[in-house]
C-alpha cells in the first residue's frame, strides 16, 4: 500500500477515490490531524496496489487540472450504485456455492445424479461378474481390458508352432520372448484390437477393478465427487467429463513404455480402475475453485493435497509396496491433467455470471 496524495476537503478526496475505484483502482481514505491544529483535517489517499500506482498518478495530474469536471461530481453516486451491483452478485455466487468438503458428512442425493449411480453399479456389477477382479481369462476381463490377452497369446502360440515347422530359430525365440511379455501384459502389439474395430478398450477398461479395497476407494470419491459435480451440470456435460478424463487416462497407462527407468514409471495393459476419471474428476473441481468463483465449486486445499500426495507416493514406487501389486500411475496422472483441461476450457467458453460480472461491474471478478 502506498500513499499517493492528501486533499484539504473531503468530498475532493472521496470524488477521487470514488473515480479511481470506477477506474479498477482500490483505494483507502485515512483522515490526519495535528496536535497542534486539531480543527484542521487532511484527507489521504492511500493505493492499495502497487500496480496501480503510476496509472493513479496519471488520474491524478487530469483530476488536479480540472477537478470540476462532471466524471468527478457524479463518481461518488456511480461508485455507491456499483458497490451495490457487487454485492448482489456475490450474494447469487454466494448461494450457489457447494464446499465439496462437507459432502463426506452429507451423502448427495442419489435422486438427480443417475449417470453417477449409473457409474457406480456398473462397476460394482463388473466385480461381481469377473470373480472380484481375479478372472484375468473369464469373458468379462477379456472383454474389457484395453487387450485381450488370452487372444494374444493364443496368437503367439500359433506363430510359435508355425516356426517349428518351418525350422526358424530366430522367429521360435523372438515368440517366445513375446509369450513371456504377454504374460506379463505387455504385449508387444497392445493395438491389435484396436487396430480390429474393438474400440471400446479405451474406455471399458475404467470399470475394472482387481480387489475389494480398490473398488470401495474408487467408489467412495466417484460418488462424492461425482454426485456434487453432476448435481451441478447436467449429466450430459457430467458424462462428457468422465468419458474424456477416462478415455486419456486408459491410453496414458496403456501407451506408456512398458520399460522406465523404475517400475512405478512403467506403463501396461493389465487391469484398469476408475482412479484416472476420479483425478479427473478432482483436477476439474481444483481448477474451477481457484479460477472459477462463478461456477459456485469450493475444493479445499487438504483433499486436493492429499490426492496429489498420493499421487507422488504411486509414482516413488512406495505404495506398490503397501498395495502388494502395480499401481496404473499414468491412468492417475493422466486423467488429472484432462480434467484440469476440461476445467480450463470451459471457464474460457462459459458465459454465465462471470462475463455479466465483467459486463455489469466493468472489471474481473475475485474470489
Not at 451491483?85 to 462437507?102: F, G, T, Y
Not at 488370452?150 to 515347422?165: C, D, F, T, V
Not at 475444493?299 to 486436493?304: D, E, K, S, T, V
Request: aromatic letters at 10%; charged letters at 15%.
Amino acid at each position: 500500500m502506498r500513499q499517493l496524495c492528501s486533499f484539504d476537503g473531503e468530498i475532493q478526496a472521496q470524488q477521487f477515490a470514488a473515480y479511481l475505484f470506477l477506474m479498477g483502482i482500490t483505494t483507502t481514505i485515512d483522515v490526519e490531524t495535528t496536535a497542534d491544529a486539531p480543527a484542521l483535517s487532511s484527507w489521504v489517499v492511500w493505493i492499495l496496489e502497487e500496480d496501480d500506482l503510476a496509472q493513479a498518478q496519471e488520474e491524478l495530474d487530469r483530476f488536479l487540472q480540472n477537478p470540476g469536471d462532471p466524471c468527478y461530481a457524479n463518481s461518488v453516486q456511480q461508485a455507491g450504485q456499483q458497490l451495490k451491483k457487487e454485492a448482489e452478485l456475490r450474494q447469487q455466487i454466494h448461494k450457489k456455492q457447494v464446499n465439496m468438503q462437507s459432502q463426506w458428512k452429507r451423502r448427495p442425493a442419489s435422486s438427480g445424479r443417475p449417470f453417477t449411480m449409473t457409474l457406480l453399479l456398473v462397476c460394482v456389477g463388473v466385480f461381481l461378474f469377473s470373480g472380484a477382479g481375479e478372472d484375468m481369462e473369464g469373458t468379462t476381463m477379456r472383454a474389457l481390458q484395453f487387450v485381450d490377452l488370452p487372444a494374444a497369446q493364443k496368437r503367439s502360440l500359433q506363430r510359435i508352432g508355425n516356426a517349428e515347422e518351418l525350422s526358424s530359430p530366430a522367429t521360435l525365440a523372438r515368440e517366445v520372448r513375446e509369450l513371456e511379455n504377454i504374460r506379463r501384459g505387455r504385449p508387444t502389439d497392445r493395438y491389435y484390437d484396436l487396430k480390429a474395430g474393438q474400440v471400446w478398450r479405451v474406455v471399458t477398461p475404467i470399470f475394472i477393478h482387481l480387489g475389494i479395497m480398490h473398488l470401495l476407494f474408487n467408489m467412495i470419491w466417484l460418488y462424492q465427487l461425482g454426485g456434487v459435480l453432476e448435481g451441478r451440470y447436467k449429466s450430459a456435460s457430467f458424462g462428457g467429463l468422465v468419458l474424456f478424463t477416462g478415455i486419456v487416462g486408459v491410453l496414458a497407462q496403456s501407451c506408456m513404455p512398458y520399460e522406465m527407468p523404475f517400475d512405478s514409471l512403467n506403463g501396461g495393459v493389465l487391469g484398469g480402475g476408475m482412479s484416472g476419471v476420479v483425478f479427473g474428476l478432482l483436477g476439474f473441481a481444483w481448477i474451477k475453485t481457484r479460477s472459477d468463483p462463478a461456477s459456485g465449486l469450493v475444493l479445499r486445499g487438504n483433499i486436493f493435497g492429499f490426492m496429489m500426495i498420493w499421487l507422488v507416493l504411486g509414482f516413488s514406487g512406495i505404495l506398490d509396496s503397501l498395495v502388494g501389486g502395480s499401481i496404473a500411475n499414468w491412468a492417475h496422472g493422466g486423467g488429472l491433467v484432462a480434467g484440469i483441461l476440461l476445467g480450463y476450457l470451459s471457464i474460457r467458453q462459459e458465459f454465465g455470471l462471470t462475463l455479466y460480472w465483467e459486463q455489469a461491474v466493468g472489471r474481473p471478478l475475485r474470489g
